[in-house]
């Protein structure tokens, strides 16, 4: 919605960048009597966008407009979310009030930017609608003690989509955005959610945490052991993301599950488990199961396989060991890059049935 450059794969805009600019909308009108629409913001890299407002309302002491986010060609949950900032005048010396409105959540567990108890606007978009606050209360006159209330409509069944509830924030979603641009198909995101997961887990006194590729195996380690829903850290494609994390925010215990194929990959030595980006080299693959004992009928029927699934399966026919020392290596992959950080590593492969076909490791 709000105007952006062109460009093969558009790019969007954060709840944090449209809360902020509603929060300068509401203000103006707050001071003013007229709402700025669209309303032009200037984000951390010096961008400047322009959003047209959705909805205004004005009454005495209070304003309020919303913005419909545009995530661009991001597949971003929020995308067409109604962002909507009242902004209310409040206590002289009182600052800049943060309150959670419908589908905003609240922290309610330690580990993350915002202690618990705080409404989950996280601390860069607090830093912008300050900066707005400022910025208006200057032009007109303003004292800038408001409150800012952020709602978004159907953000609670937003959030559900979202590692929101794992991470102890309830009652819809977070308010995000470091940069307050979408960039399409970014990685980072995902890997600031990992990040924000091992915070939580380290922050809850977790022992033993699962950073797991996907559901079937995340499903397979819960019920093999047990786990708080909390303790699992949804790693997907980004094993190096999590490892160098940990690294430098050790915990005492990881399990490291996955399919057979992806941890095939990080057995390898690739730390990027995404198919785009890395292949399972079907010729190192077919030499682990010679190093098990394959024949060499085995062994070629392997370097010939399209997947390394098929690799298993042959494996397995022939009662060799495949899934136990690709979990040995991926292992030993996991502990290097670890480096000294004191973590016991176990790792589980598992096939697409989540049954698991290989371990290594105790925790």
Not at 206 to 227: D, Y
Not at 254 to 260: A, E, K, R, Y
Not at 266 to 292: F, K, N, T, V, Y
Request: include cysteine; glycine fraction near 12%.
């Amino acid at each position: 919605m709000a105007r952006k450059p062109d460009g093969p794969l558009r790019r969007g805009w954060t709840t944090g960048a449209c809360a902020t600019a509603a929060t300068k909308a509401a203000y103006t009108a707050l001071l003013t009597g007229e709402f700025p629409d669209p309303v032009s913001i200037t984000l951390p890299k010096g961008e400047q966008p322009a959003f047209p407002l959705s909805r205004e309302s004005l009454s005495d002491g209070a304003a309020t407009a919303a913005i419909v986010k545009d995530a661009g060609d991001d597949p971003d949950v929020t995308h067409l979310a109604t962002i909507s900032v009242t902004v209310r005048l409040a206590a002289p010396g009182c600052g800049v009030v943060f309150r959670a409105g419908t589908g905003v959540g609240t922290v309610t567990k330690a580990g993350l930017p915002i202690p618990p108890g705080e409404p989950a606007i996280n601390p860069v978009p607090r830093d912008l609608m300050r900066g707005v606050v400022a910025e208006v209360a200057a032009a007109h006159g303003g004292s800038g003690d408001v409150e800012i209330e952020i709602s978004v409509p159907g953000g609670e069944e937003l959030a559900k989509k979202t590692w929101n509830p794992r991470l102890g924030i309830l009652g819809g979603l977070s308010i995000l955005g470091t940069t307050g641009v979408v960039v399409p198909f970014s990685c980072s995101a995902w890997i600031h959610s990992i990040h924000r997961g091992i915070d939580v887990a380290r922050a809850e006194g977790f022992p033993l945490i699962a950073a797991c590729t996907g559901s079937t195996s995340e499903t397979a380690v819960a019920k093999r052991h047990g786990l708080p829903e909390t303790a699992f850290i949804d790693m997907g494609d980004f094993a190096g993301g999590m490892l160098k994390y940990l690294r430098r925010h050790p915990v005492p215990k990881l399990i490291i599950g996955g399919g057979f194929a992806k941890l095939a990959k990080l057995a390898e030595g690739h730390m990027d488990l995404h198919s785009g980006r890395s292949q399972i080299d079907m010729d190192w693959l077919a030499a682990q199961l010679g190093e098990i004992g394959g024949s060499a009928a085995e062994v070629l029927a392997a370097r010939e396989a399209n997947t390394g699934l098929e690799v298993l399966n042959i494996a397995q026919a022939a009662r060799l060991p495949l899934g136990d020392r690709i979990a040995m290596l991926a292992r030993e992959q996991a502990l290097a890059v670890l480096d000294g950080a004191g973590t016991e590593i176990a790792v589980e492969v598992f096939d697409r049935e989540g049954t698991l076909a290989g371990s290594a490791g105790e925790v």
